[in-house]
């Protein structure tokens, strides 16, 4: 039997479609059926041309061979930095640990380059917190948590209730105490209104961003019903949102990538505005579907 070259491209990219995990050359070729085996050196081009054309993609080596899967690793890395740490702070050598486990055993050197790659970006995006070292930590902790004032506060504690035990003896109340050490902590050139104004304020900026939330709201706003499956532009959806261009098209990539949208190639993409536009490599989108 002939051996179409499309018929083994599609055996390949059905290979990897069911794999669990990225796959190597070595393990591509042993899948493909014995009638449509050709030689090592063509199922690499083929590879090489699917990667090219973004229907696969190239993932981190594992004992330095080359591994391949229809996931892009660099949103699957995101997704699961961000899973990782919405269970508890962790330091960096625990976070790249768990990265090395997530990408499928790649090297200690990768982890620790996509550890470095997801953190400043995220945290950039207020999406992940530094925490302060509490006493006896060494090593900074992360999470997509914001550090709990309380275990900073344990010394403060302390030392307040032996100011109490000398102060009650001396006469005065413990409310009378506390009412003097919240004078104390409150700018006193601020009205009441204004003091509640300032900490709702504070508040407000210290609370993580969860752009993909907001990117869905938006799509609700602007189509209430998913089962029309109407098409929303990119254009009108960015501008709808007001989120950084690069923080939107990333948050949309990993909004598909999640299976929450469809996303709709631009039919001439020589012709479209940075704006009307998310670009994935080759690949140009210029709207989105809700998925239902």
Same mark, same amino acid.
């Given at each position: 039997?002939t @051996?179409?070259h499309?018929d083994?491209?599609?055996i390949i ?10 796959l ?5 070729e042993?899948?493909i059926? #014995?009638? $449509? ?5 063509k199922? !690499?081009?083929?590879l090489?041309?699917l990667v090219n @054309? #973004? !229907? =696969?993609?190239?993932?981190? %080596?594992?004992?330095?061979k080359?591994r391949? +899967?229809?996931k892009?690793p660099?949103?699957? !890395?995101?997704?699961k930095?961000?899973e990782?740490?919405?269970n508890t702070?962790?330091?960096?050598t &625990?976070l #790249? ?5 997530v990408? $499928? ?5 990768k982890?620790e380059?996509i550890?470095?790659?997801n953190?400043t ?6 999406r992940v917190?530094q925490?302060?070292l509490?006493v ?7 999470s *997509? ?6 275990l900073?506060?344990?010394? =403060?504690k302390t030392?307040?209730?032996k ?6 003896k001396a ?5 009378e105490?506390y009412?003097?050490?919240?004078? &104390?902590?409150? %700018? =006193?050139?601020? !009205? ?8 709702l304020n ?5 609370k ?10 938006k /799509?609700? &706003? /602007?189509e209430p019903? %998913?089962?029309?499956? *109407? ?5 009108k ?6 989120i950084?261009d690069?923080?939107?098209?990333k948050?949309i990539?990993? =909004?598909?990538d999640?299976?929450?949208? +469809?996303?709709?190639?631009h039919a ?5 505005k940075?704006k ?7 690949? $140009? ?8």
């Amino acid at each position: 039997m002939t @051996k179409d070259h499309k018929d083994v491209t599609t055996i390949i990219i059905k290979i990897i479609e069911k794999a669990y995990e990225p796959l190597t050359l070595n393990t591509i070729e042993k899948n493909i059926p #014995q009638m $449509y085996r050709i030689d090592k050196k063509k199922v !690499s081009f083929i590879l090489k041309n699917l990667v090219n @054309k #973004q !229907s =696969l993609f190239n993932w981190p %080596p594992k004992r330095g061979k080359k591994r391949f +899967w229809n996931k892009d690793p660099d949103i699957h !890395s995101l997704n699961k930095t961000l899973e990782i740490l919405s269970n508890t702070p962790l330091t960096r050598t &625990e976070l #790249q640990n768990r990265l090395q486990s997530v990408m $499928y055993s790649c090297s200690r050197s990768k982890a620790e380059e996509i550890r470095k790659k997801n953190i400043t970006s995220l945290i950039k995006e207020k999406r992940v917190f530094q925490h302060p070292l509490l006493v006896r930590q060494k090593a900074a902790r992360f999470s *997509t948590d914001l550090p709990d004032p309380a275990l900073y506060l344990i010394k =403060l504690k302390t030392d307040f209730f032996k100011i109490c035990d000398k102060l009650t003896k001396a006469g005065l109340t413990a409310d009378e105490i506390y009412t003097s050490v919240c004078e &104390e902590l409150t %700018p =006193l050139s601020l !009205s009441e209104s204004k003091k509640e104004s300032s900490l709702l304020n504070k508040a407000g900026q210290n609370k993580p961003l969860n752009y993909e939330e907001i990117i869905i709201k938006k /799509i609700f &706003e /602007i189509e209430p019903d %998913p089962k029309k499956q *109407t098409l929303i532009s990119i254009e009108k959806l960015r501008d709808k949102t007001n989120i950084p261009d690069d923080v939107f098209d990333k948050n949309i990539l990993i =909004l598909a990538d999640k299976g929450k949208i +469809w996303l709709h190639r631009h039919a001439y993409p020589a012709n479209a505005k940075k704006k009307e536009v998310v670009i994935d490599k080759d690949n $140009y989108y210029m709207g989105v579907v809700i998925r239902t």
